[in-house]
Structure formats: C-alpha cells, structure tokens
C-alpha cells in the first residue's frame, strides 16, 4: 500500500523507531497520523494526532479504536527489553511482562483494527519484529522469547488477513540507535533507516523486510550446516558499558 494519503496508526509514538515512522509518514504524505503513547502530552512532533494509547490496556485500545475509524495503516512498534537471565526467581515474570507488551500489545491491536482496515479497504499491519525473532543470546532472553512469538503471530495474521486483503508486513532488524541500545558498543542503524526500508516494503507489496545487513546475515545464517541461533551469540553484548534493566522502548 501507498504513504500517500493514508491514515496511520504507529504505537509507541514517542521516541526511537516509532517517532522515526511517524516523521516520516507525514513526509510521504500521510494524510493524518496517530501517534500512540501511554503519555500523549509527551508527543512533541509537529503534524500528528496524540492518541493515549497504551497496548496492555484493553479499555486505551478499545478507545482508540473508536476514535480512530478512518485508520488504513497500523504500525505495530509498542515495545519494551528489559536485560538479564530467565533463570533468576524474577525471570518467569519476565518473560510475562515481555510477552504482555511485545506479543498481547500486537494481538489486542490487530483484533481491534482488523475489521477497520477491511472496512477501509483492505489497509496494512507493519508489525516491528528484530532477529530475536531467530535467535536468542540470553542476554536478552525474555525479549527473544516474546519476538520470536510475535514473529509467529505475525504470519498467523498474514494468512487470516488474505481473504479481507490487509497487507501484513514483518519488519527484522538487528541493533538500532534508540534507548534500548545505549549502553552497546555497536554498529547500530539509525531509527529513520529502518522505518524507511520499512515503508519501502510496505509500498512494494511485500511480506517481509530484513530492513540492515545484521538482519539479512542472521537470516542467511538459519540454514547453514550449524545454524546461527545454536553458536554463542553473546559477543556482541559483551562491550556493554550499561544497558539499564528498567524497560527500554523501540
């Protein structure tokens, strides 16, 4: 589907990837875009729309929903990491946390916008996945675990949208500068790039996007005689200065 003239839901609105989407819709020439966030009174980028919308909450979602019947494009991009081994008492409650934002946030979205993007035409879901979807360093255990389950749905959803016509787009990615990233000592992508190959996707008509060379190595990685997410994926974590255990967003 086309920028031009689309109406565009992105959630996690307010920093990182989901800031650099909404700047760059309006620049294709969205006609109106939604800017999701738990606190709205933080969006500060001049042309959107401040929608309070936090994806764990069925009453924000549901709300948004009703206030935003014109939708024809949902950018998926709610997201939190948090760093650390599942295997401490805390880490069971981790991996739900992860699963409640990274996986339950993209689930209570798509079955509320669904019926609107086919009433609207058909429409698109971008949904902002990584290659944790394909590999798991345990650094970022419980993040791996809900990326690779949101990666699942994203497909589930693909093939239940195909009768409505609702493009459904995966977007993989590997270290991107935004907060989450911070304390890594890394080749990082710039947030506008990714959101950029993204689009670029979407307006080709594809099903999925390896949007850097990261995303595109592990991928070429999954089929070789050993594959990539059985070897020691750690080295890139260990030149972390920092990386806070508070959430970190996309």
Excluded at 32 to 50: I, N, Q, W
Aim: proline letters at 3%; a neutral charge; aromatic letters at 6%.
């Amino acid at each position: 589907m086309l920028l031009k003239d689309a109406v565009v839901l992105v959630t996690g609105a307010n920093r990182g990837i989901g800031l650099a989407f909404a700047e760059i819709a309006l620049a294709r020439g969205a006609r109106k875009v939604y800017a999701g966030a738990r606190d709205p009174s933080k969006m500060t980028l001049a042309g959107v729309v401040p929608l309070r919308l936090d994806v764990t909450s069925a009453a924000d979602v549901a709300q948004a929903a009703t206030a935003c019947k014109d939708v024809t494009l949902v950018v998926n991009n709610a997201g939190v990491a948090w760093s650390g081994s599942v295997l401490v008492p805390e880490g069971a409650q981790a991996v739900r946390d992860h699963l409640e934002i990274n996986l339950f946030g993209i689930l209570r979205i798509s079955q509320s916008f669904a019926p609107i993007l086919g009433a609207n035409g058909g429409g698109a879901f971008l949904n902002v996945l990584s290659v944790a979807s394909w590999i798991n360093s345990g650094f970022l255990n419980a993040y791996a675990v809900s990326k690779s389950a949101a990666w699942s749905l994203t497909n589930g959803l693909r093939n239940e949208l195909r009768a409505q016509g609702t493009q459904v787009l995966a977007l993989h990615m590997g270290f991107v500068d935004t907060d989450m990233t911070s304390g890594l000592d890394v080749p990082k992508a710039s947030p506008q790039s990714i959101a950029s190959a993204a689009f670029d996707a979407l307006e080709a008509g594809e099903s999925e996007v390896l949007a850097d060379e990261r995303a595109r190595e592990i991928k070429r990685g999954l089929t070789t005689e050993i594959p990539v997410y059985v070897k020691d994926q750690m080295a890139a974590y260990r030149g972390a200065t920092s990386l806070s255990d508070t959430p970190s967003k996309h």
